[in-house]
């Protein structure tokens, strides 16, 4: 195995567990965040729970830093299929999908401030920090179908490139392809109010991504890139026919 054959075989692992860090991150913070967001006492139960909701807010933070680490550690073999899409792919899950997933994480750490200022002032006669946070958790609950819109455009850039270069699987592309656009689709419903998070049609139209992105995870740790693929791109750059367009 050459250096260039390791290098890309270790690309593909440390993507690989990116994934999993990232979507086990989202997964763990929802989990230990909406409870506690849940019901008009939200704000007693955030200080009550706060070690608790702090860790959330630091899940969130983990997976959007690992998640933007996958399009910068892809670009270099990306830019040689096709360099416009690597650049975006770069920009929507890189730089704009970690501005919203840092946005949120301050959202969360407002609310936290809030519900100390809530419970210090005395729940019944701190009225205005109650309508104050519940504004927060409105804005919350508002990025969450921006940043599934940001993600999801990224993610029709990864599929499309995958598919295009033959790196992993097309069926694994092609299934990103279709359950990206349900993610995408369940975005717009919930911006709309057409749709409610966690409802049984949101859970089903996002569970594919979850499955998608767990079986590509998978196979980039165990199979990684495929050699004929990675070979057939180092011959377009050595012969100066790499994709620009």
């Known amino acids: 195995m050459n250096k260039k054959t390791d290098s890309n075989r270790k690309t593909a692992i440390i993507v690989g567990v990116l994934y999993i860090i990232g979507t086990v991150a989202g997964v763990l913070s929802v989990v230990l965040s909406t409870p506690i967001l849940n019901g008009p006492d939200f704000l007693i139960k955030v200080s009550s729970n706060e070690t608790q909701f702090v860790i959330a807010a630091l899940f969130v933070l983990l997976m959007g830093l690992a998640l933007a680490m996958v399009p910068v550690l892809l670009f270099p073999i990306f830019r040689k299929i096709n360099e416009v899409l690597a650049v975006g792919y770069v920009v929507f899950r890189g730089a704009l999908e970690t501005v919203t997933s840092i946005a949120s994480v301050i959202v969360l750490l407002f609310i936290l401030v809030v519900g100390r200022e809530y419970v210090a002032a005395g729940a019944p006669s701190a009225s205005n920090l109650q309508t104050l946070g519940s504004a927060l958790k409105e804005g919350k609950d508002f990025l969450a179908p ?34 990206i656009l349900l993610h995408l689709a369940s975005s717009f419903l919930i911006m709309f109010n057409l749709q409610t998070a ?37 011959d377009k750059v050595d012969t100066g026919k790499g994709d620009k367009k």
Request: net charge positive; charged share 5%; proline share 3%.
């Open 198 to 234: 966690f409802s049984t049609s949101n859970l089903i139209m996002n569970s594919q991504i979850f499955l998608q992105e767990m079986v590509m995870a998978v196979w980039l740790i165990v199979k990684g890139f495929n050699p004929s693929a990675i070979a057939s791109l180092s």
């Open 146 to 179: 921006i940043g599934g819109i940001v993600f999801s455009l990224g993610a029709l850039m990864l599929y499309s490139l995958f598919y295009k270069s033959k790196l992993i699987p097309r069926w694994i592309s092609s299934w990103g392809f279709i359950a």
